[in-house]
């Protein structure tokens, strides 16, 4: 049985308590849920007043107690006679489903095997996937000469001068120092690239016209009466500065647009 936590200040248990006066009048409804659990059932046609205030122990609190039950929405009464527990079977789907399992026999017991005279079927197609060994007599199906294609930047071992071995390059000097020289400026590229992603700014987005009047209204005193007038005219310039380079601070731009603007109705100073 699910009883919720706000029950206690729910609407219908206080319009209870007011027409009976008693605040402890709410466990008559406890007392009607709990018997419905006990009973497997919300619904019982033959149930009479009498029977009701029984189940619920109202004693001889006033109005009656299938009237104040189904005036504060707790019952329903059923044609042509019986009572039922409002919306009881909605709020306890879950045990109604059990009880209706548990008739059909319920689950099997673990160390039951309901399929025992099945045989399990060992699967066919689950073979390893085994690639062809090297040929280590072949030069080209040695490790140290396959190269990984999906990465850049990569200069097969063969290319490389071999131990007491000086290459030359064509502009002359150590060809392993200019390797090494190639190796360096390509990392310092990607170092690069990474530092300008990450610290790439976000994408501009147009405050709405209250986002900038509360701004404004922060400013000066009356500010915000110069929020529509900024943002027409930054629509008009598609939000781009007077140099024309895209705007980022729109705060800046609406504070010094309303300060100019302030100043050009008064003929003074800045406000």
């Given at each position: 049985?699910?009883?919720?936590?706000?029950?206690?200040?729910?609407w219908?248990?206080?319009?209870?308590?007011?027409?009976?006066?008693?605040?402890s009048?709410?466990?008559?409804?406890?007392?009607?849920?709990?018997?419905?659990?006990?009973?497997?059932?919300?619904?019982?046609p033959?149930?009479?007043?009498?029977?009701?205030?029984?189940?619920?122990?109202?004693?001889?609190?006033?109005?009656?107690?299938?009237?104040?039950?189904?005036?504060?929405?707790?019952?329903?009464?059923?044609?042509?006679?019986?009572?039922?527990a409002?919306?009881?079977?909605?709020?306890?789907?879950?045990?109604?489903?059990?009880?209706?399992?548990?008739?059909?026999?319920g689950?099997?017991?673990?160390?039951?095997?309901?399929?025992?005279?099945?045989?399990?079927?060992?699967?066919?197609?689950?073979?390893?996937?085994?690639?062809?060994?090297?040929?280590?007599?072949?030069?080209?199906?040695?490790?140290?000469?396959?190269?990984?294609?999906?990465?850049?930047?990569?200069?097969?071992?063969?290319?490389?001068?071999?131990?007491?071995?000086?290459?030359?390059?064509?502009?002359?000097?150590?060809?392993?120092?200019?390797?090494?020289?190639?190796?360096?400026v390509?990392?310092?590229?990607?170092?690069?690239?990474?530092?300008a992603?990450?610290?790439?700014?976000?994408?501009?987005?147009?405050?709405?016209?209250?986002q900038?009047?509360?701004?404004?209204?922060?400013?000066?005193?009356?500010?915000?009466?110069?929020?529509?007038?900024?943002?027409?005219?930054?629509?008009?310039?598609?939000?781009?500065?007077?140099?024309?380079?895209?705007?980022?601070?729109?705060?800046?731009?609406?504070?010094s647009?309303?300060?100019s603007?302030?100043?050009?109705?008064?003929?003074?100073?800045?406000?």
């Amino acid at each position: 049985m699910i009883v919720q936590p706000d029950f206690p200040e729910h609407w219908k248990t206080r319009r209870l308590v007011e027409d009976t006066g008693d605040e402890s009048s709410p466990m008559a409804v406890i007392r009607l849920w709990a018997h419905c659990q006990h009973n497997r059932r919300w619904m019982f046609p033959g149930m009479t007043p009498s029977q009701l205030a029984s189940i619920c122990h109202w004693n001889n609190r006033k109005p009656a107690c299938h009237v104040a039950l189904t005036k504060a929405g707790f019952v329903d009464k059923l044609t042509p006679k019986g009572f039922a527990a409002h919306q009881w079977d909605e709020h306890n789907a879950q045990l109604i489903q059990k009880w209706h399992a548990g008739e059909k026999g319920g689950r099997p017991a673990k160390t039951e095997n309901p399929n025992k005279d099945e045989q399990i079927e060992k699967p066919t197609d689950n073979r390893p996937i085994t690639g062809t060994k090297p040929d280590k007599t072949r030069p080209d199906q040695t490790k140290s000469e396959m190269i990984d294609e999906t990465k850049p930047n990569q200069t097969p071992p063969s290319a490389l001068p071999q131990s007491g071995t000086k290459a030359t390059s064509t502009t002359g000097g150590d060809g392993l120092d200019s390797f090494k020289e190639k190796m360096a400026v390509d990392e310092i590229g990607r170092m690069a690239h990474d530092i300008a992603t990450s610290k790439s700014a976000p994408p501009f987005q147009v405050p709405s016209l209250e986002q900038v009047e509360n701004h404004l209204h922060l400013c000066f005193n009356g500010a915000e009466k110069y929020a529509k007038p900024f943002l027409k005219a930054m629509s008009k310039s598609h939000w781009r500065d007077k140099q024309g380079a895209p705007v980022q601070d729109w705060k800046a731009m609406a504070k010094s647009y309303a300060a100019s603007a302030e100043r050009n109705a008064r003929g003074v100073g800045a406000p």
